[in-house]
């Protein structure tokens, strides 16, 4: 049996949503879900106060019980308590992978960086009420009951990582950014416009000399301005690429979508399920 | 005579707008502008190639004809030029001011950091569309004319420097960020939602150990979520100070607005004219 628990560093979910995905659990007799009350809290923008998202995280990444954590929901938040949980880890949670994405990307980030368990860029619970959401959210729970299909195609020999780009240049030159040499870095954006997605673009690609290249994933959602950029996201990603000698290595299959796949970071992607 | 060479590193301005500012500017006799044709080219979002921004820039810039150089406006762009251009300098480039605000800051940031001529943060001639736009761009007429009288009040004994939160965001680490130990640090914010300030504050407060503290300017214009982010921007501010050990001095009179007052980075607003 594959135990996971659920909990919200960022933002909430409700508890229909939660139902929606523990109904297509069940269609996985391996695995168990567990949903941390604190998944329904709100303060604010957030699940429940600083305080209670740090301690509902902690407790599951330290209850020996649970194989997993997944984070329910992205949306922003988890940054304002990275730093204090990956003090409160113990040996528990060495052994555990931990699903997010997006706004969740700050907690993979600091994990990584801390060798602490298995992130795993992949589909969230709250993905559930996007159209077509319940083939997202399947594709995150054959992953946790040890299937490999989800997996981002274009893995290969070379370590990995897999962030939203304001995510990954928020995190940027902070006691949260992992050493990302030698690494194939992907990055996906959403609902940003084109001049920021090229601010971003210098930002991060200044901040990864060393990897072994840039993957480019969905930019979604992009809003219009009062006047055309001039250039599509895979242009601009091929420019700071280049300027800031980065080998650009084409697309990837990831973005805030339903079809975002499954991308464990470093080498743990490859071979027999772990 | 003050003689002011104006080019646009980012977007480009108008003929109207230039010939607006160009008639206000005739109620300062020791003043001269000079608009370079650059600030009317169009390519895509930007005001010309990056090519032209650049070679515009460094001829402004190297003409020692000239006192001041003036960024016609803001709006995403200067990133993609200023480290070229900055090698591009010569001597006669040491000895102007440099005004500009906003995505101007990254040219303004640039400059810090290699000890070129004085950047000052300051209303620019784009300025001049806004409602009450004149009053804006008479500030920094003034101050070019040799006038302190649109100096931010709370400037001090202390050296300084003023940003776009933003921008400062995606300068951090990168080789356009100067040294700003010691430093007050003004920034302000237009047009991002609260839960992105709080993002920036996290990324900004981790980059900037070691400054005498942090004004924060006006944080404006800041759209609606689906969520009220149940803090203000000065909580937001303060939170990130106190996280990561920076003094919180309060507020700061510097904003994407008309009432932007004017910040010479370092000691130099302090005393004679320079």
Redesign the interface.
Known sequence: MARVAICAPS?AITEEMADRVLALASDYPGLELQFHPQCFL?????AGSDAQRRAALAECANDPAFDSVWAARG???A??IVEDVLGDLGQAAQDKRYLAYSDGGTLLAGLYRHGIGQPVHAPMPADIARDGGEGAVRRSLAYLAGEHAGLEPGLDSRPVVAFNL?TL???????LMPDLSGHVVMVEEVAEH???I???F??VT??LGGIAGLRLGRVGDVPE?D?????AAPQIARHWCERHGIRFLGEADIGHDVANKIVPFGLAGRGAAQ
């Open positions: 933002r709100t303060d604010g923008h957030f949306g922003y938040g940054v304002r304001m240049a928020m995190v940027c030159g902070t006691p084109l001049y920021a090229d601010r971003l210098f930002h200044a901040h301005n006047i055309d950029f001039g250039q």
